[in-house]
């Protein structure tokens, strides 16, 4: 039977998947949605900010730079991590984005050493990243977590992709999507208030950033995806549709 | 205000913590309050096979040699991990057991290194363990997870014993604490019936170790617990009552 698991954070051992969900629900992975379907091109996933910025100085056309260190944008970054700033930008004018996240873009790039086929998933593409990872006979979601730990508000997610693919067919649950779908499943309470519990929900709130958060809870609203592949000695994200 | 988090595996970094309750609920933990309820005096943790059997030749006295690989007795051991099995065995006449597994034992040792008391805790005993670690300021409980990763059974007995101490008083909760609570909490069955579902769970039931399964998932029916201290240069486990 096909499978799906859940992993934690990136401290845990990765087990064997033909497709890696990398989720981290606030902000990267809602962000770099946002971002293809607002018309953005091509994301690369830097893991340091010096490495971002190199990075955006080496390429040539016009480049972007995006991203956050305690969820603030780092000096001379263009935009932060912040999926509802994107609408002020006409990303039709830029070639793509040079992205660098704590945690989000790490585990994009710890799943990339792991092989297999790796798209981006949150909140508002789960149901979308669901129909497209059906077709993998092992599924695995891959949560960012905060500072190497396991997050509530990405382990709620990843029980809502969870969720999803079943929809699609049974599969054989591992431990770790049994207590991801049980978390998302069984809460007395929506997405929204679940992740305002969290650590990284309190904090965002506290930094005056509710209305991403909102944004990074609404459910199945979007069709757009992000797929990571090599090119050259570069990962870079494209959009799926 | 105090707080309670969970870890979920030996694979995470560790929080600081002034009191940890170890957990491996199938079935090191709950065997190691069987063995102390039964009159078991002193047991000695050991990492490795062949170091517990080389503890065991070294030991002035009488000891039991006790634990499992694969979830049975390696050759020449006296007992396996069986809570159940102890009943057979006069503890009295013994200076005590000195005990490996795959899991449980292993994270004992890992959360010995972090420093902080360190207590057994399980099912059987939740309510006790509870009791004991609300002098704490800080709590965290420590799952040993299954070959390095999060495992449902302990997690689901993690959300147990924050269940029990939060009857002592308000505490601020970790993600990891959040997800464990909600887990146990809002699930529709017994713990009997989420352990079940879990791969440790599904395992026991094929080798006929249900009825040990059970015994392991009743709740609060223990006041023992046990406690680790280092002595000389070794590190035991003492009996609480």
């Known amino acids: 039977m096909a499978s799906v698991d859940v992993v934690f954070s990136p401290a845990e051992p ?21 971002f293809f379907e ?7 996933p830097a893991a340091a900010v010096d490495e971002a910025r190199d990075l955006k100085r080496r390429l040539p056309g016009r480049w972007l730079l995006m991203g956050e260190r305690n969820a603030l944008p780092p000096e001379g970054f263009d935009l932060g991590n912040s999926p509802l700033e994107l609408a002020s930008v006409d990303m039709t004018a830029f070639d793509g984005a040079v992205m660098t996240t704590t945690n989000g873009t790490r585990a994009l790039l710890a799943a990339a050493e792991r092989g297999g086929e790796i798209r981006v998933a ?24 905060l500072e190497g730990r396991p997050a509530l508000d990405d382990t709620a997610c990843a029980g809502l992709l969870v969720d999803r693919l079943l929809e699609r067919g049974p599969r054989e649950l591992g431990d770790g999507a049994q207590m991801a779908l049980s978390l998302f499943r069984d809460c007395r309470c929506s997405l ?25 809870c609404e459910t199945d609203r979007s069709d757009w995806g992000a797929r990571l592949e090599r090119c050259g000695g570069l990962m870079r994200l494209l959009p799926e549709r």
């Open 192 to 216: 929204a208030d679940l992740v305002s519990m969290s650590r990284h929900g309190r904090r965002l709130k506290t930094l005056g950033l509710e209305a991403d958060l909102l944004y990074c």
């Open 122 to 145: 949150c909140a508002r593409n789960a149901r979308a990243a669901a129909v497209r990872a059906a077709a993998f006979r092992s599924v695995a979601v891959f949560c960012a977590g």
């Open 38 to 44: 607002r018309g953005g091109r091509c994301l690369l």
């Open 14 to 34: 990765l087990p064997r998947a033909d497709c890696w969900l990398v989720v981290d629900l606030l902000r990267a992975s809602t962000t770099i949605v946002a």
